[in-house]
Nanobody
């Protein structure tokens, strides 16, 4: 079992930055791929970014590439999402998720993530 708790959401103006954190429980955090997903009102949950268990592989949605950076600290059981140049369309509830995988490439498919946090709201005003 992995329990995930996100923090760092809030309200920011367009062009601003926010940093999200996700603290994970469990001794095998370093065995999990970690992902960030988001869900805007009336829309399906979508992939944002993922990082492999060793942090050597990352993947990003095209909509955030070049603006968002995912990272992890296995000594702190924490994954981060640095969000820069935020746009109103980034407004959503952001979820952290964990996927057990030995694959070298960071997992991007939502259905493969078995553990989810409760989400944190990010609102970008225009």
């Amino acid at each position: 079992q992995v329990q995930l708790v996100e923090s760092g959401g809030g309200l920011v103006q367009a062009g601003g930055s926010l940093s999200l954190s996700c603290a994970a429980s469990g001794r095998t955090f370093s065995s999990y791929h970690m992902g960030w997903f988001r869900q805007a009102p009336g829309k399906e949950r979508e992939f944002v970014a993922a990082i492999g268990w060793s942090a050597s592989s990352t993947n990003y949605a095209d909509s955030v590439k070049g603006r968002f950076t995912i990272s992890r600290d296995n000594t702190k059981n924490t994954v981060y999402l640095q969000m820069n140049s935020l746009k109103p369309e980034d407004t959503a509830v952001y979820y952290c998720a964990a996927c057990y995988s030995t694959a070298a490439v960071a997992v991007t498919e939502t259905r493969r993530y078995a553990y989810w946090g409760q989400g944190t709201q990010v609102t970008v005003s225009s």
